[in-house]
């Protein structure tokens, strides 16, 4: 940023700015600690469970969340000794009483709040427009204060029950809240300041997963009398979004283009921006409204059938599987458990660790996004994922002979989340957006949450039950799948930083022109052999 255009960006801060950005991501805040807050406590909500449902082991293997007293069943040490994994074997006894009914209920504990996430995500568009930026962000938030009080007064009932239906109703808190907020952060942020404010979403999720983690410790809230508490908390920052947000002006874009109010939006900007001539930025909202008008909404429907988007669609759906689909969920859920098969003493303080190391790397991820090309970050941190994952399977399966090598994994497992952060974790957030002009972008915007809140249940839902069947070598899965996303970027995404729609249009022109030009000339080729 230039002299100027820093003097402008620091005219432009103002109180109300700062106000409305931080109320806004606070809805970030709830999703990155919902994403965390399962992790640490899993011990002792597994032998809650156990305790209700009747299953007698759990009682004698998982007492606190830093796994002192054992292991619960289905999660002994690989290959019989501390760092490794065995699954268990199959005793053929009845199995609504036995501890695989603990790992259905524990998994669907994980993964229904990316099933309420994938719901709730297609109606973002229509309730933003419907209600205004700033009104909708308030309805949405009853979605989360009742979430978490079905959570925190889970031990009041069968705790189970509780936990996946709050769970679910958070999910479409934050399904909800991942397309509104990004909405209205742009909209009510200065062309100076866009980038900037932009990238707090991300930060904002590590913050609450880092948090959510510390938090979860057995000595403050993550044992056996406070997991409900803990579960519920994010429920405190619900309630201070929701009285924060009457404080907060409704979005001037959404009151001009969408609504027409041009006296309002002058109002609204004045909030925003302190005593800064409005009329600018009034201009450029009328250039928007009318380039809006000449260009056609396009449906989902349309996105897949015509020709026109059809590669674009396929690289936003992709990047969105490749974050999902990295193991990335996998840590964030499981890596207590992962540090202890790797032979860590206190593995709710490594994981701590990788909370730090996360938010750490996501704010030098803001500076390498604007300085280096999407693309080739994004390439970059495939890549090194996909080295952590092998450096990672060999550790855990060589622990047994080597004690050292749990510093190998531990390393890996920190590697992986920093390379997540350099490319693959922030990149698919805004590449989607970028990737398409006003007309396809709210169906396209869609398609692409759906997809990621969808690959994030199927991970959250399947991890663990592959865990215990592939042992040390599940993230061999991830490393192979992580080879495919690499190659599928390399010969498939294209870089759009600087590039206007027309211009990454024009390479999708071109790559489709080529490929069809080498299908005509193998044709060619074939009938000339023939």
Known sequence: MDKKSKMQAEKHLTGTLVLSVFTAVLGFFQYGYSLGVINAPQKVIEAHYGRVLGIA?????????????????????????????????????????????????????????????????????????????????????????????????????????????????????????????????????PTA????????????????????????LDFLLGNDEMWPLLLGLSGVAALLQFFLLLLCPESPRYLYIKLGKVEEAKKSLKRLRGNCDPMKEIAEMEKEKQEAASEKKVS???????????????????????????????????????????????PVYATIGVGVVNTVFTVISVFLVEKAGRRSLFLAGLMGMLISAVAMTVGLVLLSQFAWMSYVSMVAIFLFVIFFEVGPGPIPWFIV????????????????????????????????YIADLCGPYVFVIFAALLLVFFLFAYFKVPETKGKSFEEIAAVFRRKKLLHKAMTELENLRGSEEA
């Open 57 to 189: 082991p759990l009682d004698r293997h998982a007492t606190n969340a830093s796994g002192e007293d054992g292991t619960v069943p289905g999660m002994e040490p690989w290959g019989g000794t501390k760092g490794t994994l065995t699954p268990p074997a199959d005793t053929g006894e009845d199995l609504t009483t036995s501890p695989h009914i603990l790992t259905m209920y524990w998994s669907l504990s994980v993964s229904t709040f990316a099933v309420g996430g994938m719901v709730s995500s297609f109606t973002v568009g229509w309730i933003g427009d419907q209600l205004g930026r700033v009104k909708a962000m308030l309805v949405v938030n009853v979605l989360s204060i009742v979430g978490n009080l079905l959570m925190g007064l889970a031990k009041f009932g069968p705790s189970h029950m509780l936990i996946i239906a709050g769970r679910a109703v958070t999910g479409l808190y934050c399904g909800l809240s991942s397309g509104l907020v990004p909405m209205y952060v742009s909209e009510v942020s």
């Open 300 to 346: 989902i429907r349309q996105l897949f059938t015509s020709s026109k988007y059809r590669q674009a669609v396929i690289v936003a759906l992709m990047v969105q599987v490749s974050q999902q689909f990295s193991g990335i969920n996998a840590i964030f859920y499981y890596s207590t458990n992962i540090f202890e098969r790797a032979g860590v003493d206190q």
């Open 433 to 464: 957006a970028e990737l398409f002009s006003q007309g396809p972008r709210p169906a396209a915007i869609a398609i692409a949450g759906f997809c990621n809140w969808a690959c994030n249940f199927i991970v959250g839902m399947c991890f663990q």
């Open 193 to 216: 300041l866009r980038g900037a404010l932009g990238t707090l979403h991300q930060l904002a999720i590590v913050t609450g997963i880092l948090i959510s983690q510390v938090l979860g």
